[in-house]
Nanobody, 114 residues
Framework: QAQLVESGGGFVQPGGSLRLSCAAS????????MGWYRQAPGKQREWVAG???????TYADSVKGRFTISREHAKNTVHLQMNSLKPEDTAVYYC????????WGQGTQVTVSS
């Protein structure tokens, strides 16, 4: 069964940086477009960034210019470098395919606060 394990979240002050990682197993994820999603308290989960198997990247307008998605095919790993973090980036961050498939991972909490 496919498994997605996110890590790298934490508490950071506004303007700070974090690097999230996602380890995928159970499927040949290198064949899929992969994405990062997030869910803030009281809000629906939203797509944040995506990368195709050919490493074409797209971003939500809210994070464009601040976040960078990357992947390591050999390690079935996807990363999200987050710079210039804002309080509104506070959320649980998940990785998944695009479109997403079940099951989702447990996510990693990112909290941006002074």
């Amino acid at each position: 069964q496919a498994q997605l394990v996110e890590s790298g979240g934490g508490f950071v002050q506004p303007g700070g940086s974090l690097r999230l990682s996602c380890a995928a197993s159970g499927r040949i994820f290198s064949m899929f477009a992969m994405g990062w999603y997030r869910q803030a308290p009281g809000k629906q989960r939203e797509w944040v960034a995506g990368i195709t198997s050919f490493e074409s990247r797209t971003y939500a307008d809210s994070v464009k210019g601040r976040f960078t998605i990357s992947r390591e095919h050999a390690k079935n790993t996807v990363h999200l470098q987050m710079n210039s973090l804002k309080p509104e980036d506070t959320a649980v961050y998940y990785c998944n395919t695009i479109p997403p498939m079940s099951p989702w991972g447990q996510g990693t909490q990112v909290t941006v606060s002074s």
